[in-house]
């Protein structure tokens, strides 16, 4: 475009530099072109989708929360952006409610203070954010607690 431009506007444009920039500009698209191509030939195929897909965000936090196999991989949907599991947040706190005793009892090594630190204090059951110190102590005080006593 910009080669277009001082072609067609400048008062005594340059033949052999614009001639020559053509050819540039023209072998540069023809490199990236056989790169892309070479690049998609190597690539492992089950990962092209991820170049073509018109999953969003907040779609693919979701589809990952309900497809997860384990607890473990449920628990990353705090490593995101809140606003892209808000859809779930009723299924989640349920889910917390209804496991949480259970994961403090069999302390699994992905459950940790640092994991613990990620998700949001009004999706925690009512009984841990109380034990933390609910609002008046604070939840941050209470995770370094828990960072002493388990490691």
Do not use: C
Not at 2 to 20: G, Q, R
Not at 41 to 59: C, P, S
Not at 95 to 106: A, F, I, V
């Amino acid at each position: 475009m910009s080669i277009y431009i001082y072609e067609t506007y400048a008062e005594d444009p340059n033949k052999e530099l614009i001639a020559t920039l053509w050819k540039v500009i023209s072998g540069l698209l023809v490199f990236s072109m056989l790169n892309f191509a070479l690049f998609l030939k190597l690539i492992n195929r089950e990962y092209w989708t991820t170049f073509f897909t018109t999953i969003t965000g907040k779609q693919y936090v979701v589809k990952n929360y309900k497809e997860a196999d384990s607890d473990e991989m449920r628990f990353d949907v705090f490593t995101h952006n809140r606003n892209f599991y808000d859809p779930i947040q009723e299924d989640i706190m349920k889910w917390l409610n209804s496991n949480w005793e259970k994961w403090e009892d069999e302390a699994p090594d992905w459950f940790n203070s640092i994991a613990i630190s990620g998700s949001p204090s009004d999706l925690l059951p009512i009984k841990v954010f109380a034990a933390m110190g609910g609002t008046e102590v604070g939840r941050r005080a209470s995770l370094e607690a828990m960072k002493k006593n388990r490691r």
